[in-house]
C-alpha cells in the first residue's frame, strides 16, 4: 500500500513539475513574441526616420531649390527602380500617357522594349510596323532617342519618348551585336495597326501559322487557320519575336494543341495567391506533329505558350534562347484623384514542370541561327551520267566555233524561251494570288530556322504515319 501511494505521490510531482516547465516554456514563447513586434515595430520606426531625415537634409541642403513633392517623387521613382526591371512609378504624366495606350490610338514605332542589365533593349519589332520596316531588330539596344540618352531613364518614359503624332521622324541610336560603332536609324511614327495572324502552307502536308503578337483576337485566328484547312499532316507555330500579350489568350492558344494538364501558374508572395490554369479537352483542334518556332525576340505569353508545349512534350522547339519575361505586373493607383500610381510586380509565371520564366528564358530543344540555309557549294553544275556526253557536246561547240551547231543551239533556245514566257504570262495572276499564301523552297533557303523546323517536322509526320 506504502509502495502504491509512493507511486501516485511522485506521479504527482513529476505532472506538476511538467506543468510547470509548460506554463514556463509558454511564458517565454510569449515573452520571444512580444519581443519580435517590438523589435520589427523599433526597425521600422528606425527606418522611415532615416528615411524622413534624408528627405529633410537634401531639402534643406542640396545646391538646388527642389520643392518637397518633387523629392518624394525621385525617391518612390528610385525606389520601383531598384525592385526589379518592370515595377515602376508614374506621375501624373506617365499615368495618363498609360491611360492612352490602353484605351485610345497613339502615334508609335511597333517595338516592344525592355530593361536588360539597366540597358534599354529591344524585345522585338512588330512585323509591317515603322520600326520593323526601318530595319530595327530584336536584341538592339537604345542609346538615344533623338537627343535624349537613354541612361537612367526609366522604362516608361522611353515609352513616353518615342510615342508621338502620326507621321513625324524619330532619330533612335542603337548599338547592335556585330556592329563596330552605334548606328542612327530614322523612323516615321505611325498608328499602330497589328494583324496577329498569319496562316501559310509549306508544301502539301505543312500548316504554317505565324502569330506577331497576342491580342485578344489570336485564339479565334489560329481556331479558324486550323479548321480552314483539313489536308495538312503537321503545323509549324512560328512565334519569334513575339513580345507577347494577354494572358488569357496564351492559355486559349495552347489549349488548341493540349488536351488535359496544368499550362500556366501564377504565384505571388502568399500561396494563397496562387493561380492554375489547365488545358481542356473540348476545345483541342489537333494533334497533329507541332513544331514551334522561337528566339531572342520571343517574351512573355509567346514564353508561356512554347514553355508549356515543351513540358507536355506536345512540341519541339526550334531556334534561340528567349527573352525571359515571366512576371506579373499591376498598376495600383497611389493617390484618391487617381492620376498617380505604382506598377507594381506581385506574381511570377511557372510552367507546368515548376520551372519559371523570369530571368531565364525558355530554351529550344533544337538550337538553330537565323540566316540563309546551307545549300551544297556548286549543286546547279552537277551531272548526271546520261547527261553527261551532251554537257560536254555543248562545252565543245563553245570552243571550236561550230556555226551550224550554235545556230541550231540559238534556235532551238529561242522557241523554248518563246513558249515558256508565253505560258508564264498568260497564268501570273493565278500564280501571284497563290504564292501570298504559300511558302515556296526558295523562301526556306532564307530562313535557316524555318528550314530547320520544317526538316525536323517533316520526320515527325513520317513517324506518326508509320
Known sequence: ???????????????????????KNLEIKSDLEKQSVIDVTKTRFE???????????????????????????????????????????????YFKEMQIQTDGEFGGLGITVGMRDGALTVISPIDDTPAYKAGIKAGDIILKIDETSTLNVTLDEAVGLMRGKPKTPIVLTIVRKGENKPLSIEVIRDIIKIQSVYAKTIGKDILYLRVTSFDKKVAEGLKKAILGNKTF?????????????????????????????VIVSQKGRDESSEERFSAKSSTTLTKAPLVVLV???????????SGALQDHKRAILVGEKTFGKGSVQ?????NEEKT????????????????????????PDIIS??????????????????????HLESELEKVDGNDKLKTKTTTKTTTKTTTKTTTK???KPKEDKKISDVITAEDLLKDNQLKTGVDILKSLIIIENK
Not at 369 to 387: H, L, M, R, S, V
Request: hydrophobic share 40%; proline share 3%.
Open 1 to 23: 500500500m506504502k509502495n502504491i501511494l509512493l507511486s501516485f505521490l511522485l506521479l504527482f510531482v513529476f505532472t506538476t513539475v511538467d506543468s510547470a516547465a509548460d506554463t
Open 47 to 93: 527606418s522611415l526616420s532615416k528615411l524622413t531625415k534624408v528627405i529633410g537634409t537634401v531639402e534643406k541642403y542640396y545646391v538646388d531649390d527642389i520643392k518637397l513633392e518633387e523629392i518624394i517623387n525621385k525617391a518612390l521613382k528610385g525606389l520601383m527602380q531598384e525592385l526589379d526591371a518592370h515595377s515602376t512609378y508614374m506621375d501624373k504624366k
Open 233 to 261: 499532316k503537321g503545323v509549324i507555330l512560328d512565334l519569334r519575336n513575339n513580345p507577347g500579350g494577354l494572358l488569357t489568350q496564351a492559355i486559349d492558344v495552347t489549349d488548341l494543341f493540349v488536351s488535359s494538364g
Open 295 to 305: 528566339n531572342g525576340g520571343s517574351a512573355s505569353a509567346s514564353e508561356i505558350v
Open 330 to 334: 499591376v498598376v495600383l493607383p497611389i
Open 340 to 363: 498617380e500610381g505604382i506598377k507594381l510586380t506581385i506574381a511570377k509565371y511557372y510552367l507546368p514542370s515548376g520551372r519559371t520564366i523570369q530571368a531565364t528564358g525558355i530554351t
Open 369 to 390: 541561327y537565323p540566316g540563309n540555309a546551307t545549300q551544297e557549294p556548286d549543286a546547279d553544275f552537277k551531272i548526271k551520267e546520261a547527261d553527261l556526253k551532251k
Open 425 to 427: 504570262t498568260t497564268t
